[in-house]
Structures are given as structure tokens and as C-alpha cells.
């Protein structure tokens, strides 16, 4: 085998491996995972379970919400209520997002406990004293003052027991995704009593996620500035506990998430477990003394937020919470991915289309990488000029292999030709492909994003299909043969670029080089127009490049 079959194959092996390592392939174990799983929290500690065992009922959300009396709360982007009974945060709305592409009915995050699919947030105090009732999820709290919840009303809730110790609540709301709860506990009586404050996160069941190995769905947190993300199957096995002093929690979809801030520098303890239900939960290890005739108060915030960058990043800085910008799952590539978001992000602010911005970014990134890109196309071009040589040098060593090659080594080396400078364009296409498709796929700003023409949402594929003539039969194939107009673009300008390539003088590899177009127009076919749309434009420059080039290639003619 010559040099040159073993330098296609070496390429097409590492792109193969690349590709498959970037999209299909589950993500090696981080090695923190496993050392934070090795010390789960095992022992008994003096915080007491939180667990409060209750069979899912089967009525619906409006029946949930009309059956118990409810403070109701709403802001510029969510609306929704809080039961008195328990205090829970369980039906909650985003007035900006709906569920399709035009529609009317918005997106709702949160349900009652009582429904299917409940999904819902509790804060309060435990105690290991078994003679004192502390309020819980059966509790009926009393509104003290203002019955609705807005930026500028706080409300106030309260309940007392027997033993004349009172629980108040005090809940506030922002302009944005941020409840705070402080929680006080006025003991009225003649002891001294232990308390440990909580807040748990409670979905009854799991959702339907997307099983790709680029997104976490799931349960989360930053403990001690470590990320920890736990796919709900893996908690259905096992729970996970850990302790740590500073840190935040929740569960998280896509584009939504429900999250838990303790209070700073007190010692937590976080459970991620599944009884029947799924619980992201922390409770105070260390208990709050309450004497006889003293207050003592906690301070819990709450977060349940489209993730928005904006947002999510204004909040980890304006509430100094660590790391919780990586609630926007950015992956491993996080310093490419990130930085590419809001470069798009500027970019579609001056032009007022993200597809526009896509294309403005591809530009962007093909004149950064202008040179290298210059220098491996006069490479690929002075092999292409070569090619007869090479040939008239198969014929005449086609016997002694050995001499072939230094003879095709002598040759590159007079014409100051690298044959694997052929390579780079694909290896610097490759980690601005996987970013781009990164915050196609993860950020809410993609979601619903028009382009022209047919393409309503630049996050979802071409919806168009060559197999009804884009539209002009009227059939709706499945979806496996949707292949619309921007994947066939996509094909064609790779096809093209081919052409201005060297041919491969092994017919095997030839036909294998044919098909790898039509290969890839088949595979992107499904992923985000705004992806393919990048890939086919990146195509079109890297062409008008490269035929410039070769066109002002030569090569001498060896004799």
C-alpha cells in the first residue's frame, strides 16, 4: 500500500472516530463522578430523613389545582400558584414559551403531587423529636396579609402547633425565575428545641428525554464547586448522597430547570433518590437550636427558569451562586461552545435572523482559519498538478514497492508537497461543527428561531423531503426519508468540492470518496437546519478558496 492509500485511511478512520466519539458515543467516567461516588454519604447522620411516602393519585391538573385554596403569583415571564396545603410551588407557566412552533398553549413546568405527571418544589424544617408536630405536606398554612405574589407584594404564611411554636414562611418573587423563601421559627413555649431546615425538588415520574449522549437531563448539582449530573435511570438503581457547604441542586429538562439554593457556608446534605417518585433534595446537617422564647430564620432560594444564557449567567453572578451557569449543559468543549454562543448572539442582533448570524459566524471562523486553510489547499493542489507523475511512477516500480516510495518521498520533498496538510480542513472543521450543533441543541435562544422560506426553526431539521419533490407530491413520507432541500445542498456543495480534490488512484478508495456525500447527506438529514445550513455554506467558502488557489498553483514538469 502507497503512502497515499495509507494517509486516506488513516484520515477517514480518525473522522470516523472523531464523529462517533463526539455524537454517539457515551461519555467516558469522569473520574470526580467516581471519586464523589466512592465517598457517598453511607452513615447516619443527626439530620433526620425528610421522606414522606404518598401514592400518586391519577386526577387532573385542573382538578389538582381548583380542589385546594391557592395563592397565586405572576411576573413578566411565569404565572402560577402556591397551595396552602403543604406550601408547595407546584403549578407554575412560562408565559414567553409555548409547546409547538405558533401555538397557544404555553409551556407548563410544575403539577399538583396529586397528578400523573406532578412535579413540584416543598421547603420546611425537620426534627428528630417525635413530639413535635412540625408542619408538612398535609399542613393548611394560613395566609397573614396580602393574598397574591408579585415583584412588589411579598406574602407571608404561618402555622402553629401545639407545643405554641410557629412557622412562618415569607415568600418573594423577582422579575424573572427567582422565589425566596425565609422561614422562621418563633418558639413561643418554655424549651429548647432542634430543628433542620430543607427544600426538596419531587417529580413523580420521569420525562421523555432525548437519550442523546451531547445533553444531560436529569438530576444535578455544584457541591464544593464539583458538577455532579445523575440520569434519572441511574438513581432508579442507586442514590446518591454527598455533603458539602456551598453549592446548588435541582432537575433539569432541555430548555427548563427547577433548582435549590441553600444558604452559604452551613453543611448540607443533598439525596438524589427514587421511592416511587424522583427527590433532589439537601437538609442542614448541622440542627438550629431554637430556645424558649427566641426566632430563628433560614433563607432558601428557589430558581425555576427557562435557561436562558442571560439569565442563568446574570443570576450565578447577581446571587454569587458557583458554577451555576452550568445549569446550560455547554459539555466538554464549554470554551468553544460558550464563546461561539455569543458571537451568534451579536451577530443576530446586527441582522435580526439567527440563520443570518450562523452564516456571518461561518465566515468568521473560515477567515480565522484563512492561512492554514491556504496552506493545505496549494498542498492538495500541487498533489492534484502531481498526479500524472505519481502515476507514471506506479507504472514504472509497479514490481519493487520499496523503491515506489522513496521515489514518491523524493518527489514530494522537490516539490515541497505534505500530503497530510490534505487532512486539516476536515480536522478544523470538526470541533466548530460539533459547537455549532451544540448550541443549536442546548440553548432555549435557538428554539423557534426562523430562518427564510421554509425553515420555521433553525433548532429542528429541513422539514421538507426529496421524496415527495419538497413538497410538490402530496405525501408525507416517514421520517426516516425526510432528506430536505438544505441536506441536498449540503450533499451537492460537498460533491463539488470533491471534484477540486486529487483523485485517489485506488478505484476502491475512489467509489468509497463518491459515496462519503451522499453518506453524510442521509446522516445530517435529521439534525438542526441551522447545523446543515452552516456545513453547506462552510462547503461553498472552502470551494471558492480552494479553486483560487489551485488555479494559481503550478508545479514544475518532471522529466
Known amino acids: 500500500m502507497d503512502t497515499k492509500n495509507i494517509i486516506a485511511a488513516i484520515s477517514l478512520s480518525a473522522a470516523v472516530i472523531i464523529i462517533y466519539s463526539l455524537f454517539f458515543a457515551p461519555p467516558p467516567p469522569d473520574p470526580k463522578k467516581i471519586q464523589a461516588e466512592k465517598d457517598t454519604v453511607n452513615e447516619t447522620t443527626d439530620a433526620p430523613s425528610v421522606d414522606q411516602n404518598e401514592q400518586v393519585s391519577k386526577i387532573s391538573r385542573n382538578e389538582a389545582i381548583t380542589k385546594k385554596e391557592r395563592i397565586l403569583f405572576e411576573n413578566n415571564n411565569i404565572k402560577g400558584s402556591i397551595s396552602l396545603k403543604g406550601s408547595s410551588i407546584d403549578d407554575l407557566t412560562f408565559k414567553k414559551y409555548t409547546t409547538t412552533l405558533n401555538g397557544k398553549d404555553n409551556i407548563v413546568l410544575l403539577n399538583p403531587k396529586k397528578v400523573e405527571n406532578g412535579y413540584y418544589i416543598e421547603t420546611g424544617w425537620a426534627t428528630n423529636n417525635k413530639n413535635i408536630k412540625i408542619p408538612n405536606s398535609n399542613t393548611t398554612w394560613k395566609i397573614e396579609g396580602n393574598n397574591k405574589l408579585t ?50 425538588i419531587i417529580r413523580n415520574k420521569a420525562p421523555e428525554v432525548t437519550n442523546f449522549y451531547i445533553l444531560h437531563e436529569g438530576l444535578l448539582g455544584v457541591f464544593d464547586d464539583q458538577l455532579v449530573e445523575q440520569d434519572y435511570d441511574d438513581i432508579e438503581e442507586k442514590k446518591y448522597s454527598v455533603k458539602a457547604r456551598t453549592g446548588w441542586l435541582g432537575i433539569t429538562d432541555k430548555y427548563w430547570i427547577t433548582s435549590l439554593i441553600p444558604e452559604k457556608n452551613k453543611e448540607f446534605r443533598t439525596d438524589f433518590d427514587y421511592k416511587n417518585k424522583f ?22 432560594r428557589i430558581i425555576i427558569a427557562a435557561k436562558e444564557v442571560n439569565v442563568i449567567d446574570g443570576y450565578a453572578e447577581s446571587q454569587k451562586i458557583s458554577k451555576y451557569d452550568l445549569a446550560i449543559d455547554w459539555g466538554w468543549f464549554y470554551f468553544i461552545v460558550k464563546p461561539l454562543f455569543f458571537a451568534i448572539q451579536y451577530f443576530f442582533k446586527l441582522s435580526g435572523n439567527f440563520g443570518i448570524a450562523i452564516i456571518l459566524i461561518t465566515i468568521c471562523i473560515r477567515l480565522a482559519f484563512f492561512p492554514l486553510a491556504n496552506y493545505s489547499f496549494r498542498s492538495m493542489a500541487k498533489m492534484k498538478v502531481l498526479q500524472p ?38 480536522f478544523i472543521q470538526i470541533p466548530f461543527f460539533f459547537a455549532i450543533y451544540k448550541v443549536l441543541f442546548v440553548t432555549i435562544e435557538m428554539r423557534h ?93 472552502t470551494m471558492a478558496q480552494q479553486y483560487i488557489i489551485m488555479k494559481r498553483t503550478t508545479v514544475k514538469t518532471v522529466q
Open 151 to 200: 415583584p412588589n407584594s411579598p406574602v407571608k404564611l404561618s402555622w402553629t402547633n401545639d407545643n405554641n411554636i410557629k412557622f412562618e414562611k415569607e415568600i418573594s418573587i423577582d422579575n424573572q425565575y427567582l422565589f425566596t423563601v425565609n422561614q422562621s421559627i418563633v418558639n413561643n413555649s418554655e424549651k429548647t428545641y432542634n430543628f433542620y431546615p430543607y427544600g426538596q
Open 279 to 300: 427527590r433532589a433534595n439537601f437538609i442542614e446537617t448541622e440542627a438550629t437550636e431554637v430556645g424558649a422564647n427566641e426566632t430563628r430564620s433560614n433563607k432558601i
Open 389 to 426: 507523475e505519481m502515476t507514471r511512477l506506479k507504472e514504472l516500480h509497479k514490481e519493487d514497492k520499496m523503491k515506489l516510495q522513496q521515489e514518491m518521498m523524493a518527489l514530494y520533498k522537490k516539490e515541497k508537497v505534505n500530503p497530510v496538510s490534505g487532512c486539516l480542513p476536515i
Open 449 to 541: 428561531q426562523p430562518f427564510f422560506g421554509w425553515i420555521k426553526d433553525l433548532s429542528e431539521r429541513d422539514p421538507t423531503s426529496i421524496f415527495n419533490l419538497f413538497g410538490l407530491i402530496p405525501w408525507d413520507p416517514p421520517s426516516f426519508l425526510l432528506i430536505g432541500v438544505w441536506p441536498c445542498l449540503m450533499g451537492v456543495s460537498m460533491w463539488l468540492q470533491q471534484k477540486l480534490n486529487p483523485t485517489p488512484p485506488d478505484p476502491i478508495q475512489a467509489k468509497i470518496f463518491m459515496f462519503f456525500p451522499l453518506f453524510l447527506t442521509v446522516i445530517l438529514a435529521p439534525f438542526p437546519s441551522g447545523l446543515v445550513i452552516y456545513w453547506t455554506i462552510n462547503n461553498v467558502l
